[in-house]
């Protein structure tokens, strides 16, 4: 467990030193913050407007702002907000590749699944501590300015959202293992996206896909049951062990 924790503290030090720590946790201050900020100033928008328009003969009628507006806004952002950390850790075995970093470490001992279960946990943990930010700060100054009560399910929604994170992080893991470099493992897990948007798009099977747990805004709006959600939960985390299980098979085949 020394190895495991060791590799974990290098790819702390890599991310920090590098600075892409400080940019992706501030990156992730900054879509929280904006999501109630754009819902405050969406009345002062549409005023703007409205002045304009009526000039036209065009009468806006007076926009009413509530906790619903602000969480609209962080479920628009979530496409990005789950994409800013895939791009990040896409080149994650790329440069150990391309340095040859691996080969001393291994032959002094270090088992090849350790190097997958200490990145791919690294990254986990990156994920988690962006999400909260990114859900805490909105959660906050949306119940400061409205009330958070009038939202169903906040955290059942938010959870669901966190393990297609969690899913997409171990995809990204597995591009990164079987390609050479990070353009072509965000390639890579952006075309196991985009086959899984098509899949959803078919009837009856499309409910059942990870994807449906980009919908939680249904739940949070309407109160739809979160038991719904059953599936996709279970297919995302089935995909994201399945990741991890051909990531370290193909790491231990692997040449370097």
């Known amino acids: 467990m020394k190895q495991y924790f060791a590799f974990i503290h290098k790819e702390y030090l890599e991310l920090y030193r590098g600075g892409k720590l400080f940019i992706l946790m501030a990156l992730a201050v900054l879509q929280g913050i904006m999501n109630p900020a754009l819902a ?3 009345p002062l928008l549409f005023e703007m407007l409205g002045e304009e328009l009526a000039e036209q003969g065009m009468i806006i009628q007076e926009v009413t702002v509530t906790a619903l507006t ?3 806004q962080f479920y628009k952002n979530l496409s990005i907000a789950i994409i800013i950390p895939a791009i990040f850790f896409a080149g994650i075995m790329a440069s150990e590749y391309q340095r040859g970093t691996l ?3 291994l032959t002094k001992g270090l088992e090849r699944w350790k190097v997958i279960a200490a990145k791919l946990s690294f990254m986990i943990i990156a994920w988690t501590i962006y999400f909260f930010i990114f859900f805490i700060l909105t959660y906050s100054y949306t119940g400061f300015y409205w009330d958070n009560s009038i939202i169903y399910n906040i955290l059942p929604a938010a959870l669901g959202i966190y393990l297609f994170g969690i899913m997409l992080m171990s995809l990204v893991m597995l591009g990164a293992v079987i390609t050479t470099s990070a353009t072509s493992s965000l390639l890579f897990s952006g075309g196991v996206f985009i086959i ?3 899949i959803s798009a078919l009837p009856k099977i499309g409910n059942f896909m990870p994807m449906e ?3 939680m805004e249904l739940i949070a709006q309407n109160g739809i049951s979160f038991d719904s959600y059953g599936l996709p ?3 995302a985390v089935a995909i994201a062990v399945l990741s991890v299980v051909v990531a370290v ?4 085949k692997r040449r370097l």
């Open 40 to 42: 405050k100033l969406t």
């Open 70 to 72: 602000s969480w609209s």
């Open 103 to 105: 080969i001393n470490l």
């Open 196 to 198: 899984m948007y098509i």
């Open 213 to 215: 747990l980009l919908s």
């Open 233 to 235: 939960l279970i297919i």
């Open 249 to 252: 098979i193909s790491f231990n």
